[in-house]
């Protein structure tokens, strides 16, 4: 059986079927292995099950032993690998699309939710106790009817828009949709364009090199005043002093984010914001996903030993 370091605990039924898939190395203690102990408990292995927490950079794959042939991370989003690195030293990365998006689409809601309707605030009045209901109190944004904007209308892009249907679908992506999987949302060839009609705006896009801090100061000014940013992606994708500035000057309302650059030091500016309603990163935070995830990422490395290839590769 192959040899597989798993670099974070799983949940007990994906430990179960690692055990029967290969012979796991398993993190019991799940402690935050370091770059350099990856790359020491990977000595003797035919393959890594990383998740978003590990920085598989090219410093790191390139002194891994000659043995891994995969990573195969525990995420949809797999900005912590270098694909080129990895594909430069013939190993696959795989990922694991689809089964987090219904539980990631519903935290995108929530950001959505909590910033227009100032839960952040609401949450600390109520436990501080003492409140007084009165006809202004902690008025909020009312969503329906306002336009939504969806930066990014892959399977989580579309799963918000349907679930926000009572709100006016704008979006961005890289090709307009077919109209079945539009569902009336309006296509916007460019960010300037979406942005300028976004009242809410769900950032839902992978990070890359040209979604890298597509929100920054020149892009913040293309919003209507009082527009509320939300992102349940990656951080990378927001230059956060532009988005803070923003808030200051309220030209942004609020912000809904599970997600930082630098996670989990997020940017301090963003705690002494009011109207910042965020969360550590519970996307696909539901026990059902996260055992589809594992066991996605177990099979990804069972078919790629099996067949010499897997369709979640992404290198
Ligand atoms: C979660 O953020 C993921 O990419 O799976």
Redesign the pocket.
Known sequence: MKKILITRKLIKESEDKAVKTFTPIFNTNDELYSQKKVIEMSNGCDGILSS?TDKMDKQTIDKLPDTIKIISNF???FGNIDLEAAKSRGIAVTN?PEV?SDA?AEIGILLILGACRRAAEGIQSAQEGGWKWSADYLIGKQLTGTRLGVLGMGRIGQKIAKIARSMIIHYHNRSKLSEEKEQGAVYHKDIKSLFSVSDVLSICCPATKETENMINKETVEYFPKGAVITNVARGDIVDDEALIDALNRRKIYAVGLD?YKNEPNLNPGYSKIKSAFILP?L??ATKDTRIA?ANLAIDNIDEFFKTGNCKNKVN
């Open positions: 978003l995420a949809v989003g694991t987090l990631t997600v990163h996307g696909s995830m």
